[in-house]
């Protein structure tokens, strides 16, 4: 089987695998995953060249660290061989971006991780904080964590596109390394697009997480948390139906479309099966090697048409 891409992560010297593992479902996110499976989907991603994996101590409360952690050290390879992202601010109890919290939470996510360093430290959903607080107070603790060598780089996340802009805006040049935007680059929702070249003149990188849209965008559908509209919800569901009965797959094409934009370094797609890996994976060598399935996708475009770019609230309003 053709090799996974590498890209460059904005100016980072970092390369990530194009297709990233999304390690929330192995907080129970999106149901119960087993020990067992989360250990068999942490290797065999890493057997297929995923060397990129992405986790909170939000995720599950805590959870999802603790069994990433596991299943990278099972791996019995040199810690340089792989990249692991964690964030801080949020928390199962709520959201806390003070500089103590976000000092004492890398402490707790090593020990939980089993790591001596993470690669990236994210703010974890800032349009919950105050997000002068997070580049007067988070960033510059953040800082210090790098002085230290607890984290390589420090990354900023959030679901609405105006919070990369209101503090990159406002951070020195280089304090913010990455950016993780989500549920904004995939068929029903492309608004990432237009913040790239932006994204770009700051030489900030960017990883675009949820190309399934958490969920709407696979047979099975979204879990009952999930945010989205009746509308947007139902819509997503014929492109699956649609699919299905054409005989494809409505999450192969996903992944497929995520996949296209090579400004995007990683897509960062939740995983709980070996299956599940494989199929993305397999999703992505096939977009290498032989494109993607325009006629299906155009066919998926004119069906959620009437929902593109609908997105939900998140976050409090900023003043
Ligand atoms: P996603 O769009 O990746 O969808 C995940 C869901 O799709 C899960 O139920 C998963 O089991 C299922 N799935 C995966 N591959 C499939 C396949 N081939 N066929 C059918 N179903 C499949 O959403 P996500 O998990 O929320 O996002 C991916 C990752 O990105 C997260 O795990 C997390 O690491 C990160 N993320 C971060 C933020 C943030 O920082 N604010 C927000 C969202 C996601």
Sequence with gaps: MAKLELRELGNTGLKLSCVGFGASPLGNVFGTVSEEEANASVREAFRLGINFFDTSPYYGGTLSEKVLG???????VPRDNYIVSTKCGRYAEGFDFSADRVTKSIDESLARLQLDYVDILQCHDIEFGSLDQVVNETIPA???LKEAGK????GITGLPLGVFTYVLDRVPPGAVDVILSYCHHSINDSTLEDLIPYLKSKGVGVISASPLAMGLLTESGPPHWHPASPELKSACQAAAAYCKEKG????????QYSLSNKDVSSVLVGMNSVRQVEENVAAAVELATAGKDEETLLEVEAILKPVKNQTWPSGIQQS
């Design 151 to 154: 984290i390589r780089l420090i």
């Design 142 to 144: 953040l800082q210090k």
């Design 248 to 255: 494809k797959n409505i999450s192969k094409l996903a992944m």
């Design 70 to 76: 596991k299943a990278l050290k099972a791996l019995g």
